[in-house]
């Protein structure tokens, strides 16, 4: 299995549970605050984390010089992030926040560019683009839903999401070369919960309605959207690149409409069937568009070594 078959094989855990977790975020919000689900949901996974590393004899020690790389990718891509995205929602719709968030590609493939030299040519670019406006006719948008001052905040707020998502893509980078998947997500955890916790005493918090369901809820966002989403995507980081492993994320609001429809009934459009098969031709572009430049790579080291 070559190193972009296992990366793709890879980024489909997370696209998936972090597709279905929208819906299961939507349910806990009737019942707890953002932040406090964010807190329950890292503190139980940061725990499952811990002793995975103690069953499979991994060591605890990090260089120090690292840390301030773990709690950027931690305390801003993970904890800021959850608090950008979920405050934003309150003051904008889902729609306009999906068509911000859909921009993380575009910022990914700028600031990878600028700080890590990343080259890109136009063939990248207009994937990342396509890839957008294929979350365009996803999320049906409103022109009247994107020229609303009264939301300007919560325009914001996205905005900040997908700078910090930004930062946890870049900060992850570094740390593929010193350490194993399970030690990156499982310190990213770690520094991501103070930033969680002091929230909770600010929000309405009804435990008394917290069921089964509820509970079922909280463990798939724990197990499956947590410690198996982040560990593949940053293991699809690694093997297909940072920008490329964040075209994927596009794909969150068709697994999350397609969840919806079996879950809930909710209807899919015909709309948001071209809104897909735009984004899965982007992503195709992408993984076509790399196979080529390999190889092409592959022949020019040939080719001088006969030489």
């Given at each position: 299995m070559t190193r972009k078959t296992?990366?793709?094989?890879?980024?489909?855990?997370?696209?998936?549970?972090?597709?279905?977790?929208?819906?299961?975020?939507?349910?806990l919000l009737g019942v707890l605050g953002p932040m406090t689900i964010g807190s329950i949901r890292f503190v139980i996974a940061t725990a499952l984390l811990y002793v995975a590393m103690k069953m499979t004899n991994?060591?605890?020690?990090?260089?120090s010089k690292d840390r301030i790389l773990f709690l950027l990718a931690g305390g801003i891509g993970i904890g800021i992030y959850f608090f950008f995205e979920n405050t934003g929602i309150k003051y904008i719709s889902a729609s306009p926040a999906a068509l911000i968030i859909s921009a993380i590609p575009v910022f990914t493939l700028i600031f990878e560019a600028i700080i890590y030299k990343r080259k890109f040519d136009r063939t990248d670019l207009f994937a990342v683009l396509l890839s957008v406006?294929?979350?365009?006719?996803?999320?049906?948008?409103?022109?009247?839903?994107?020229?609303?001052?009264?939301?300007?905040?919560?325009?914001?707020?996205?905005?900040?999401?997908?700078v910090?998502?930004?930062?946890?893509?870049?900060?992850?980078?570094?740390?593929?070369?010193?350490?194993?998947?399970?030690?990156?997500?499982?310190?990213?955890?770690?520094?991501?919960?103070?930033?969680?916790?002091?929230?909770?005493?600010?929000?309405?918090?009804?435990?008394h309605a917290v069921g089964f369901e509820a509970f079922f809820h909280l463990i798939f966002l724990?197990?499956?959207?947590?410690?198996?989403?982040?560990y593949y995507y940053a293991k699809a980081m690694n093997l297909l690149g940072i920008t490329e492993a964040s075209i994927f994320i596009n794909f969150l609001p068709i697994v999350t409409i397609i969840f919806s429809f079996f879950y809930m009934g909710t209807l899919i459009s015909a709309?948001?069937?071209?809104?897909?098969?735009?984004?899965?031709?982007?992503?195709?572009?992408?993984?076509?568009?790399e196979q080529s430049v390999q190889k092409s790579k592959e022949k020019q080291e040939m080719l001088s070594e006969l030489e």
């Open positions: 296992k990366g793709l094989l890879s980024v489909l855990v997370p696209v998936i549970t972090w597709g279905i977790s929208f819906v299961s975020t939507e349910f991994q060591s605890l020690k990090i260089a406006l294929g979350v365009v006719f996803i999320v049906d948008i409103k022109l009247s839903e994107l020229f609303n001052a009264k939301e300007s905040m919560g325009y914001l707020m996205m905005l900040g999401a997908v910090a998502w930004v930062v946890y893509a870049l900060s992850s980078k570094p740390l593929f070369e010193r350490y194993s998947y399970l030690t990156i997500i499982y310190y990213q955890f770690l520094h991501s919960i103070p930033f969680f916790i002091p929230f909770i005493f600010f929000e309405s918090n009804n435990w724990s197990i499956f959207a947590s410690v198996l989403g982040f709309r948001q069937f071209i809104g897909g098969a735009l984004v899965l031709a982007s992503v195709t572009m992408t993984t076509l568009h």
